[in-house]
């Protein structure tokens, strides 16, 4: 089982930067996919962004293409997400999660974290 905790969120000024991190602990018997999520109030969670175990495939919703970078260091088990230029629409609560696919569908994720507040706004 694994346990992960999100750190990195605060209230910025748009076209600001963040970095969001994903610590993960624990065990499991295969290498991991880790999702990022994001729900903002009255919505229903969103897919951010996923990166593969060993990072060869990434995969980002089309708002954030461009503008957020999702890397990796299993060495010591952590995961990032760079947001840059951000926009009061990246306003949310983001969660990593893990799972066996860059999948863009919350289902296919097992774990996750208890989330982060990003806040943008002037």
């Known amino acids: 089982q694994l346990q992960l905790v999100e750190s990195g969120g605060g209230l910025v000024q748009p076209g600001a930067s963040l970095r969001l991190s994903c610590a993960a602990s624990g065990r499991t018997s295969r290498p991991y996919s880790v999702g990022w999520f994001r729900q903002a109030p009255g919505k229903e969670r969103e897919f951010v962004a996923a990166?593969?175990?060993?990072?060869?495939?990434?995969n980002y919703a089309d708002s954030v293409k461009g503008r957020f970078t999702v890397s990796r260091n299993n060495a010591n088990n952590m995961v990032y997400l760079q947001m840059n230029s951000l926009k009061p629409d990246d306003t949310a609560v983001y969660y990593c999660?893990?799972?066996?696919?860059?999948?863009?569908?919350?289902?296919?994720?097992?774990?996750w974290g208890q989330g982060t507040q990003v806040t943008v706004s002037s």
């Open positions: 999660a893990v799972g066996s696919y860059t999948s863009v569908s919350a289902r296919t994720y097992r774990y």
């Open positions: 990166i593969s175990y060993d990072s060869w495939t990434t």
